[in-house]
């Protein structure tokens, strides 16, 4: 059976049985990932899935249930219906009614059209590429290749009729290079139209290892700082909760109640734009069309992201940043393509710029080392020492620590390096960014 013909059934059983609306969300796809270490398959996985969700009002409340099987939308209907009696809470979540969307033009990556055994390939020659790149390169920790293609639909008693087909690819490795009793290690990826480039990927990952060879520490104190494009990408994706409605409803926010305040530097601004070439949707997770919106203007903090639930409770429009960790996950909050707006100055002109100070190239520890309510952190990080405006050394086992905004309000230049994290979810981009007077503990 067709999604098509079971969402008639589905919808025609719902309303029979006195619901007055119902929705579902349906996805399917498949994935094919490969891991190989030392020149064989260490890891292969390929996997199909198919999920749908419905929700129903019944009775002032929402009711859900869940099914694999496009099959027997009477029990389907009575679950959700169940669920909804058992619902003591009458905060009902709207449903997005029909709508138009914006046409999205997808781009066919290179990756997508190899087979299985080429993709396999691929994978082996990451591996072999790094391992001939540096003679210190010891080993490979994993070359990888993985592609994903899916479809999602959206359905409901309100004429939504939401349908798109996406695609995820990408391909990484992970050297591990050796100099004398000293060990390091890195991680490069290519995504899209470049999951391809292997050269690059091999060249980034074995000079980032390289860079480390020689770390040592620095003295405590304060330091004018570079958070690294990759850096800041990370930094952004963990505090990324705080620009969440739902959070800032519940009190779990920094954020909470700052429209119009100034939280950054004037040169920072925040853009969370979902119809940005590098992950394109024509909708959110609840079928709301997509929309552009700063976030961060010159500074000035200009909105939380919205789903309908949470823009019903304040009063305002949904900002079209609904999601959903999958198909049987609940309705959540997250950006879509949020990134730093970059500036005009070259990764090589904010470190002359710097003058002295360090470049923070990686932080660890980023689930457990930081506070999206208070905005403080404490990391572990590593990078390199800057004099005169030239790298001097690789630093190591240093913690950079302070509070979030506080850490925006004391940028100073901003790069124009633009570069985004793994399609992982929400996707989150920044250039490197210049910041002063930030605390580092040393040695």
Do not use: W
């Amino acid at each position: 059976m067709t999604v098509i013909e079971f969402k008639e059934q589905v919808f025609k059983k719902a309303l029979e049985s006195g619901c007055t609306a119902a929705e579902i969300y349906f996805s399917e796809g498949e994935s094919f990932s490969v891991d190989v270490r030392q020149g064989v398959v260490d890891e292969y996985s390929v996997s199909k899935e198919l999920g749908l969700n419905l929700r129903v009002e019944y009775d002032g409340k929402n009711g859900y249930a869940y099914t694999e099987a496009l099959e027997d939308a009477d029990t389907l209907v009575a679950k959700a219906i169940d669920n909804a009696k058992s619902v003591e809470s009458s905060d009902i979540s709207p449903m997005q009614g029909k709508c138009e969307y914006e046409m999205i033009e997808k781009h066919s990556h290179p990756i997508d059209a190899l087979s299985e055994k080429e993709k396999i390939d691929l994978a082996i020659s990451i591996e072999q590429k790094t391992l001939k790149r540096d003679p210190r390169v010891d080993r490979v920790e994993s070359a990888n290749c993985t592609t994903t293609t899916g479809r999602t639909c959206i359905y409901n008693t309100l004429g939504l009729d939401a349908e798109s087909d996406d695609d995820i690819s990408y391909t990484y490795v992970l050297p591990i290079m050796r100099d004398g009793e000293q060990v390091k290690n890195s991680m490069a990826f290519r995504s899209g139209g470049k999951a391809m480039e292997i050269d690059s990927l091999v060249d980034e990952a074995v000079a980032e290892c390289a860079l480390q060879f020689g770390a040592k520490t620095v003295p405590a104190g304060k330091y004018n700082i570079i958070i690294r494009n990759t850096t800041f990408v990370d930094l952004l994706t963990a505090f990324s909760p705080i620009f969440s409605a739902d959070n800032a409803q519940k009190g779990l926010s920094l954020l909470a109640n700052k429209e119009g305040e100034v939280i950054g530097s004037s040169l920072l601004t925040i853009v969370d734009d979902p119809l940005h070439p590098e992950a394109p949707r024509a909708f959110d997770a609840e079928g709301v069309p997509s929309v552009t919106k700063t976030v961060v203007e010159n500074g000035v903090f200009k909105t939380l992201l919205y789903n309908l639930r949470t823009a019903k409770k304040a009063g305002c429009e949904s900002t079209s940043n609904a999601s959903r960790a999958g198909t049987s996950a609940p309705i959540d909050i997250t950006p879509s393509v949020m990134y730093v707006k970059p500036g005009d100055k070259s990764y090589d002109e904010l470190i002359a710029q710097l003058g002295n100070g360090l470049v923070i190239t990686d932080m660890s520890g980023l689930h457990s080392g930081l506070n999206t309510v208070s905005g403080e952190f404490s990391l572990l990080s590593r990078g390199l020492l800057i004099e005169g405006g030239k790298v001097v050394r690789a630093v190591d086992q240093i913690t950079v620590g302070g509070n979030f905004l506080e850490l925006l309000k004391s940028i100073e230049a901003i790069g124009s390096d633009l570069r985004f994290g793994l399609p992982f979810g929400a996707v989150v981009g920044s250039p490197s960014i210049l910041i002063n007077d930030v605390i580092i503990s040393g040695s």
